[in-house]
């Protein structure tokens, strides 16, 4: 079992460009958790989704942010006409079932230039 | 509102010297609680979670209703417990993180 795999593991974006972060759960895992890591901060959950579903996004930003989980493939962070402020770490965690433990992905970094 | 608060964003310690890392969290109900460690360049990786009552690595935390604290406690650090430290309560549909607490272990 590979785990929670992020890719890329560092992105870099001119600012004004889109980022696309990817995430794939753990073999039988329908639950996937998007956190931001900002640096000299703690983690931030911004999104919660099973497949195919939005079950919690209120941490994420109103604009430019979008995610989705769809019934074949990774869930997707994306981040649309990126800004500085928007460079940080993002973690992606899966788990079984609601609530059980969380499994963690390497994260992704975003460099925004 | 849900929240987990760790005062203490860098504590050092030296080896052999015993370690509490503080978490108080505010939560109306029955609150499911975890502790998170991410060493260097490593993923974040569960710890332990109050339910299982067990110890993991040397550490252990007991969860006190009365004081709404679910503090992380080792007698004796290692230099390889330094890592940064997260302190996480489980809310209806999410896991929420205190902002963590670095540990530094001194040789």
């Known amino acids: 079992n590979a785990g929670v795999m992020q890719n890329p593991r560092h992105l870099v974006r001119r600012r004004g460009q889109e980022a696309r972060l990817r995430c794939s759960p753990m073999k039988g895992h329908s639950h996937v958790y998007w956190y931001r890591q900002l640096p000299e901060e703690g983690l931030k959950f911004m999104v919660y989704l099973q497949k195919e579903n939005i079950i919690d996004e209120s941490g994420m930003p109103k604009e430019r942010f979008s995610a989705e989980f769809p019934k074949e493939g990774p869930s997707i962070l994306r981040i649309q006409q990126v800004v500085r402020g928007d460079s940080a770490a993002y973690f992606c965690?899966?788990?079984?079932?609601?609530?059980?433990?969380?499994?963690f992905g390497s994260g992704t970094r975003l460099t925004v230039v | 509102a849900q929240r987990v608060t760790q005062p203490e964003k860098l504590l050092s310690v030296f080896k052999g010297a015993p370690v509490e890392l503080k978490c108080n969290y505010s939560y109306s109900g029955s609150p499911e609680l975890f502790w998170y460690v991410q060493y260097s360049r490593q993923r974040l990786q569960l710890l332990l979670r109050h339910i299982s009552r067990e110890s993991i690595k040397g550490f252990t935390a007991d969860l006190n209703k009365g004081e709404t604290s679910f503090h992380l406690k080792k007698p004796f650090a290692q230099e390889e417990d330094s890592a940064m430290y997260y302190c996480a309560l489980t809310s209806y549909d999410k896991v929420i993180f205190g902002p963590g607490t670095s540990l530094s272990v001194i040789p």
């Open positions: 965690a899966s788990s079984p079932a609601r609530n059980e433990g969380y499994t």
